[in-house]
């Protein structure tokens, strides 16, 4: 069984996403905030840690900072109430495998879990959408950047069919593809959504700003 | 034309910025590329005059506003449930920018044997650009600030931070550099030292008589504002939630013996106080998101079913909802009706994305998806005309394509498409055909 720690500052969602998960993972230890966070990852080193995006002590994204380097096998779900996209891509960004919102069903969750601890990314349809977002001005001809700022016509393929609500398996089906080779895809931009520079990120949230 | 746009103004963009911010400010304001402007400036700062016209600028434009975020955002920011914002000063480009052209000035100008007071003049500028720099990043800091205290360190430093001090040393050190070279260069140390002594004494006087009223007005205004936000922050917040939790929560208590209702209650409310905390702020607009929004809401509460709306590149709604787009729009709500009613689909996804080809033109593509029971199309009797009236016929009328595709056991899925859209006007950047005459030409 997968080792999960949850970390979320209301005791009540812990113990309800806990009862969801009974039987299907190991919770080994929960926590409230970024310190206690950290203390438990360091000390159970879990292969996923369920992370809420607003956390006493600094938010999610502080507790990845303390730990990433400390405790390399860890890998991170983002799991929140919120979906502003400022916190949908900080966090991702922040380093996070993943991130889903807390009206995921517990089945879901579990597979999202599992999806995360194979070192798979896992992106629900509202991320797929922001991230088609971010990178929309990435196709523009004049625009010549460096090839980790876009994303391949390919990888929008899989990345819209995400936002459409298809799995994986379909999106294998649908683009004549192997499922294995959608996560190669979806892990590609995963990666391309942490490291590439800046700037089509800051653009796109200065976009958003003159709403 | 009904809605009267307030009068545009003009700001200083301090977050764009190698000097002031006034460069990037106007370009905005006037709509035209930033480096045109600073092109002109340098240029005509050669004269001289584009030097007052900018310190001018800088001295009377006020800075743009910080952003206004979501409450919910707001909130968690200030619980410091949220990463803070990033301390380090951003680059040190327009610090090194400006240095460079400060040198290769005096450099110009001293290697053609310029006046005596040349030097002298270049660093007590060069030293109130930086400390007026160093306000402006204070000022900045303060709105960000999500505490609401007035306080006098507060109004110099910012939140502190090497940068800070090393703009505050660096400008009043080029300024003290300046009068040193003056002395030197006139000969006259002893005036200089006359003259620090006496600036000084003036300094620290005027503290000392002023000091205590200038203390206590800070002090009385930073209270005041605060008691201020404070209420009316409260009383926001008070209003939201008797108008949306307390009622659905009384009428959940009503309903608890029926576990659908009270589902679909909780749902509605976390849709609304989700959008409330986490929304962009412009509800009223109709744009294809909020369109969308709405329509997936009427389909949740009526058929208890949630649907995932996720819109991709109508930031600000970008396209104008013109008589195909509605007619799209219909269609999709009639889908989500559908796949709400027949499919027994635990959750509907709608994905519309928006893609605006070149400047005047593009198409948008609405995706409903539902993977319930799904149907098999060729099989549902001709008589039978709901999908095909009120989806598929609906947007062919309008030039659009609509396809249905479903097997039984795989869900259903709708995809809609209309091209040649008009781009929506955008208020804050009009265009040439705004300034037109508007009168007599709506339809």
Not at chain 1, 175 to 190: N, R
Not at chain 2, 249 to 278: C, F, H
Not at chain 2, 281 to 309: I, K, N, W, Y
Not at chain 2, 312 to 327: I, L, M, Y
Request: hydrophobic share 45%; charged share 20%.
């Amino acid at each position: 069984m997968r080792t999960v720690v949850i970390v979320d500052d209301h005791a009540m969602f812990r113990a309800g996403v806990r009862s969801e998960l009974a039987g299907a993972v190991d919770v080994v230890a929960e926590a409230s905030d970024v310190p206690t966070a950290v203390a438990a990852v360091l000390t159970h080193r879990p292969e996923v840690v369920l992370l809420d995006v607003h956390l006493p002590g600094g938010g999610g994204v502080q507790v990845m900072r303390d730990v990433a380097h400390r405790s390399p096998g860890t890998r991170f779900l983002a799991l929140s109430v919120s979906d502003a996209a400022e916190d949908v891509i900080g966090t991702i960004r922040g380093g996070a495998r993943g991130y889903v919102t807390k009206t995921i069903t517990g089945p879901e969750l579990v597979d999202a879990i599992e999806r995360v601890a194979d070192g798979d990314a896992v992106f629900s349809p509202r991320l797929a959408g922001f991230v088609l977002d971010a990178f929309a001005g990435s196709i523009e001809v004049a625009h010549v950047d460096e090839d980790l700022d876009r994303l391949t016509e390919r990888e929008r393929e899989v990345m819209r069919l995400i936002a459409r609500g298809y799995a994986y398996k379909e999106v294998a089906a649908e683009l004549f593809i192997s499922v294995k080779t959608v996560e190669t895809h979806v892990s590609s931009v995963l990666r391309k959504l942490q490291l590439s520079s800046r700037h089509e990120l800051t653009r796109w949230a200065a976009d958003r700003r003159l709403l | 034309m009904s809605s009267i746009s307030p009068p545009r103004k003009a700001f200083r963009v301090p977050q764009e910025s190698y000097l002031g911010g006034v460069c990037s400010g106007l370009a905005l304001h006037l709509g035209i590329g930033a480096t045109w402007v600073r092109v002109f400036f340098l240029l005509t700062g050669l004269f001289g005059f584009g030097v007052v016209f900018y310190l001018g600028l800088w001295i009377t434009l006020p800075m743009a506003p910080a952003p206004v975020e979501s409450p919910g955002l707001e909130a968690a920011s200030r619980q410091g449930r949220r990463p803070g914002r990033p301390t380090a000063l951003r680059d040190a480009g327009p610090h090194i920018a400006f240095v460079v052209v400060l040198l290769g000035v005096v450099g110009l100008v001293d290697g053609n044997g310029g006046p005596a007071l040349l030097w002298p003049a270049l660093f007590a500028v060069g030293g109130i650009a930086v400390l007026w720099r160093q306000a402006d990043q204070a000022q900045r800091e303060r709105w960000l600030d999500t505490t609401t205290r007035l306080d006098v360190r507060r109004l110099v430093v910012g939140s502190g931070g090497w940068a800070a001090y090393a703009r505050l040393a660096a400008g009043l050190g080029l300024l003290v550099t300046a009068l040193l070279l003056f002395a030197v260069q006139t000969g006259q140390l002893r005036v200089a030292q006359d003259i620090v002594v006496a600036a000084t004494l003036g300094v620290a006087g005027l503290a000392v008589i002023l000091g205590p009223w200038l203390v206590r007005l800070v002090a009385d205004l930073g209270e005041e504002r605060a008691a201020r936000v404070r209420t009316q922050e409260r009383a926001d917040v008070a209003a939201h939630l008797h108008d949306s939790v307390l009622q659905t929560l009384a009428l959940i208590q009503k309903n608890a013996a029926d576990p659908g209702r009270v589902a679909t209650l909780a749902r509605a409310q976390e849709r609304d106080l989700r959008s409330w905390m986490y929304g962009d702020a412009r509800p009223d607009d109709v744009t294809v998101t909020s369109a969308l929004q709405a329509a997936a809401a009427e389909v949740e509460d009526a058929h208890g079913v949630p649907v995932e709306v996720v819109v991709v590149g109508d930031s600000g709604g970008r396209v104008a909802v013109t008589e195909p787009v509605r007619a799209v729009l219909q269609a999709a709500r009639e889908a989500m009706v559908n796949a709400a009613r027949h499919a027994g689909a635990p959750v509907v996804d709608v994905y519309a994305e928006v893609v605006p080809a070149g400047e005047r033109s593009g198409t948008l593509d609405v995706f409903v998806r539902d993977r319930g029971s799904g149907f098999d199309p060729d099989a549902v009797p001709a008589d039978r005309l709901g999908v095909r009236h009120s989806i598929l016929d609906r947007v062919t009328r309008h030039g659009g394509r609509a396809e249905v595709r479903s097997r039984p056991g795989h869900g259903t899925e709708v995809r809609l498409h209309v091209g040649d859209l008009e781009l929506a006007s955008r208020t804050d950047h009009p265009t040439t055909d705004q300034q037109q005459p508007t009168g007599g030409s709506r339809p």
